[in-house]
């Protein structure tokens, strides 16, 4: 399921509604504040929706089945939704990927990138666990790799 796919999407509502108060605080805010500011005010928005969402709550990362750390990402919605939050010009591949990541070794589905820029942005993501599943396959030896690879 690629990130735009959102026909299939999981919580599609869930995620309309997050995605519909993220745009509540960009344009009642604007641009400049630090992200600590922002998620201050999306909680806010979330709870007078009665939206159920956790701060900062700690998620359990398991590598090959081994508990090894926790993420803890700015909102956890309904236990279903990862929210990260930047306030930078633009959302960058690595934000992207830190909130794949997450997705992939929590088993959390969907995940929502949103950016307090000049511009407001947002990525929404999905992992299917059964169609793609995670694994960090080892190096083989430092000659032979760019870095850890992912599938």
Not at 3 to 29: M, Q
Not at 54 to 66: I, K, N, S, Y
Not at 68 to 92: H, M, N, Q, S, T
């Amino acid at each position: 399921m690629s990130p735009t796919d959102s026909a299939s999407l999981p919580h599609r509502a869930l995620s309309e509604k997050v995605i519909g108060a993220f745009f509540t605080v960009y344009w009642e805010l604007g641009y400049g504040f630090l992200e600590s500011v922002y998620e201050s005010a999306l909680c806010v928005v979330l709870s007078q929706a009665k939206i159920a969402f956790e701060r900062q709550a700690p998620l359990q990362v398991h590598f090959r089945g081994t508990p090894i750390g926790l993420f803890r990402p700015d909102l956890l919605v309904e236990g279903a939704i990862v929210v990260e939050l930047k306030a930078c010009r633009a959302i960058e591949p690595a934000h992207q990927a830190q909130l794949l990541n997450c997705l992939k070794a929590t088993g959390i589905e969907v995940g929502l990138l949103f950016n307090f820029g000049p511009k407001p942005t947002f990525k929404r993501m999905a992992f299917n666990p059964d169609r793609n599943p995670f694994r960090v396959l080892p190096r083989t030896s430092a000659a032979n790799s760019s870095g850890p690879e992912a599938r």
